[in-house]
DNA sequence: GATTGTTGGTCTCAAAAAGAGACTAGCGCT
DNA sequence: AGCGCTAGTCTCTTTTTGAGACCAACAATC
């Protein structure tokens, strides 16, 4: 019953699909975190330069603080973006990429790209399937 | 005080962050869908080739029944992948990638591979930053 | 011929995550 | 004295997700 799941499923795939459980599975690991609902969003302005807490906010008008608050530790803590804090009057934070950032954002840009080319294609079928289903 | 925002936060950008908005862009718009936690996943499997609902389920263990159904849903209405009903015994449904899905999944699987092959570096960074947590 | 398994889902309920908005503290400006 | 700036945190509500039961028709098993 388990080896025939198993001999159905995986009968000699050329993929690497061996390992996609939650643990060890690099892909989700990863992903996890930049497929967050804002990661590429800030990945995407601080590609460009670095930039201040407030600064990002204003950016990204949407966003509520303790999102952008959570969104930039995770992307601090997995190595992406750097914190800086300036001990000015009212204390400053800057964020900025890391090298490790900027080379995850060389492809990731190529998909924020492939985003902006065929957001019509994607809104077409979008509407297509709308209207079939209130069929 | 409103004006001052924007002059304050888009003093000429080099990069288009003229419309982060909710509605009007694009790169959310289209990366919301395919950023959930198991799109990619189910696109890397149907990008090698089509598979059935229970064999998707058994591919990713610990996807709910609800999610597969729905993140399948998802990327059908947007046009990446095609769902096909056989009118067996007990129907099988049959779900294949699109020629968008297709074009998509080219940029795209560069950004798998990238976690691949970071995955050590990011693990590092996050052992590092939960460390100087803790202090 | 009754039980069991298989198909691809839906439904309900609990848990987790996200959003909205008030609140903090120290300093500058007026 | 009162207000606003900084970068957050805290609490409360709403949304999203996960776990698991249930469905109907048919096939094979016992």
Redesign the pocket.
Known sequence: ?DN??RA?TFAGEPCDMSSWDAGNCPVRDVMNQIA???STLILEALAERPY????L?RLVP????????????DLQRDGYID?Q?FP????????SMTELGHSLFAPLSKVLAWAGDNHAAVKAARARFDASELA
């Not at 201040?52 to 600064?55: K, S």
Request: hydrophobic share 25%; proline share 6%; glycine share 6%.
């Open positions: 019953m025939r799941t159905t967050g609902k804002w201040r807490f407030g600064e906010r949407d966003i509520s603080q303790r999102m952008l608050t959570q969104t930039l530790r914190r804090v000015t009057k009212p204390p400053s934070v800057e964020y």
